[in-house]
């Protein structure tokens, strides 16, 4: 499996309040993905990084922010969140550009916004 | 704007039976396709994929897919299912143009194998 880790694996809050989740590979991969599950939908792209400091906009961005400041760190974070924000949110990195090669994906975090 | 559709949201099969799933994607381009499993409480991982050459590619654990470019299909099969195929399988497709993407996915189909 590849070095992905996520933090908190679980969390639950409450509605308004700011939340980070973090995303650390080992892998020095260059690309960078947040993406939710929700039943139903299977996975959407909410942000992704393809360097530190430049990221860029996916399907499902309203209410997330992204920051890269290392290229092993990708956090994820819900300015105020929402119970339309519960979900599991799942990182991946990829070591070249998403068509070009495979993304492998970390262990997820559920997130439950009360 | 890309989209993949998986035909099956849940398919019920008894042990040693044949499976295929099926999976079509709309794209204006050229694409790499995915199959990704995720097994009860994990995360996905990686059944199979095509980039290019040979279109009938085959995976991990028996698991082969067939590329067919005129039907934009990309459909997962497997002769003899096991128990412990019982997962969600999820189809995905990304542009080969090299930029930075995500991938498109579709909406899964959750496979329960009887044994």
């Known amino acids: 499996d590849a070095g992905i880790t996520q933090s908190p694996r679980h969390k639950v809050t409450e509605t308004g309040t700011p939340v980070t989740l973090r995303c650390h590979q080992t892998?020095?991969?260059?690309?960078m993905y947040w993406y939710r599950q929700d039943p139903g939908h299977g996975l959407r792209l909410i942000h992704y990084s393809y360097g530190v400091k430049d990221t860029d906009k996916g399907e499902v961005s309203d209410g997330y922010s992204v920051s890269r400041s290392k290229t092993e760190d990708f956090l994820l974070t819900l300015e105020s969140a929402t119970s339309s924000q519960t979900s599991v949110y799942f990182c991946?990195?990829?070591?070249?550009?998403?068509?070009?090669?495979?993304?492998?994906f970390g262990p997820g975090t559920r997130l439950t916004v009360l | 704007a890309q989209s993949v559709s998986q035909h099956n949201h849940h398919v019920i099969l008894s042990e040693a039976a044949s499976l295929e799933l099926g999976c079509n994607y709309s794209y204006g381009g050229t694409v790499n396709l995915f199959w990704y499993v995720q097994y009860p409480g994990q995360h996905l991982q990686l059944l199979l994929k095509y980039f290019s050459g040979d279109p009938l590619v085959k995976g991990i654990k028996g698991f082969e897919a067939e590329f067919i470019k005129s039907k934009f299909s990309f459909n997962l099969r497997k002769p003899s299912v096991q128990w412990s195929d019982t997962a969600e399988y999820f189809c995905?497709?990304?542009?080969?143009?090299?930029?930075?993407?995500?991938?498109?996915f579709g909406k899964g189909t959750h496979l329960i194998i009887q044994p």
């Open positions: 892998e020095n991969h260059r690309y």
């Open positions: 995905a497709v990304v542009g080969s143009g090299g930029g930075a993407d995500g991938l498109t």
């Open positions: 991946a990195i990829s070591g070249a550009a998403g068509g070009t090669d495979t993304q492998y």
